[in-house]
């Protein structure tokens, strides 16, 4: 009998801490050439930030996204630069689609990390509980 | 060994309950302001409800996805009126994009709920185990 | 005290098993005409499974994204069938897509598996444990 109540207390502290643990953790996917979807990404992620002091940001790059993270081409750079410099956020882009486009890591915006693949970063992301949210509009 | 029995059991019977819970439960993530989209996530959330008595939708609009939801500017006026009816459909509209387009409660069609942040009641819905289907083509 | 331990135990172990999982399974949420997007799926889904031989793949279609998969009207019909003969990947199609397009399973390209509902199909993958990605751009 003790040991089935204690059993009990086990599944609900379980799912208690499971609950309580949809703190703010989202990882953003960007694989748009539009600079609507760059503008709204840094957007979101600048809001995000402000209002939550204990926010994590991931934003992952790949396929057409590139030029989002890139020296010459970036249309929201001092944005993406400003975000860079907060801990709590981070900018992540996948190598195979820098070789695809033969982009080497000195074209990349300062702070910007390379990831060996995106989509295997994205999932990780989501399989360790973090929120998933498509660019695109 | 007796006990070790019991946290088997234990083990199974959760692995089991986490099986059974996938019921329909769906967050649509609109950032469009594309009717073709529009047209799309209404269709599907009625064709899901049609199907599927038990179905639990919510709409989840922000950042360019603002008109599906006002009175003035809704192509699908009428479709969100007649799943809002319903009460296992909710349309939830983002406090900050409003504020960022200068909309106010009552540009909004009846029945519409605001949230304050739309991308964290989104990933709050994912991290209860809701699907994500994000509206995009 | 010896049983507090022993649950102790039991909740490490499940924690570990669950963060060991994160192995690469991911659905892909096809809902596009834009032969771009089908370009891009069938890239990827190819360079997952060259680089990951335990990797699982699966692409669904519905809505706009149904040429993808129709003898008659795919781009990658080729790519396509390539990455059925995969036995880790499958595409599967929505039924409900196809009725509203009077398509047949004799118009599909062969190994296409056909899904009563296609949505269903995605959150059911997500509720598993599958990372999802929405193809858009």
Same mark, same amino acid.
């Given at each position: 009998m003790k040991k089935f109540f204690l059993l009990s207390i086990l599944a609900m502290l379980t799912s208690f801490i499971h609950a309580q643990n949809a703190d703010y953790k989202v990882v953003f996917d960007v694989t748009s050439k539009d600079s609507i979807n760059y503008q709204t990404v840094v957007r979101e992620a600048s809001l995000i930030r402000e209002s939550n002091p204990d926010a994590n940001i991931e934003v992952v790059v790949y396929g057409q996204g590139l030029d989002l993270v890139l020296k010459d081409k970036s249309t929201q750079a001092d944005a993406v630069q400003q975000l860079i410099s907060d801990k709590k956020v981070s900018f992540k882009v996948c190598a195979m689609t820098m070789k695809r486009n033969n982009v080497?890591?000195?074209? =990349? =915006?300062?702070?910007v990390e390379v990831v060996p693949d995106g989509i295997y970063e994205i999932i990780s992301k989501q399989h360790e509980g973090w929120g998933y949210i498509k660019v695109a509009h």
């Open positions: 080497d890591e000195s074209q =990349l =915006l300062p702070g």
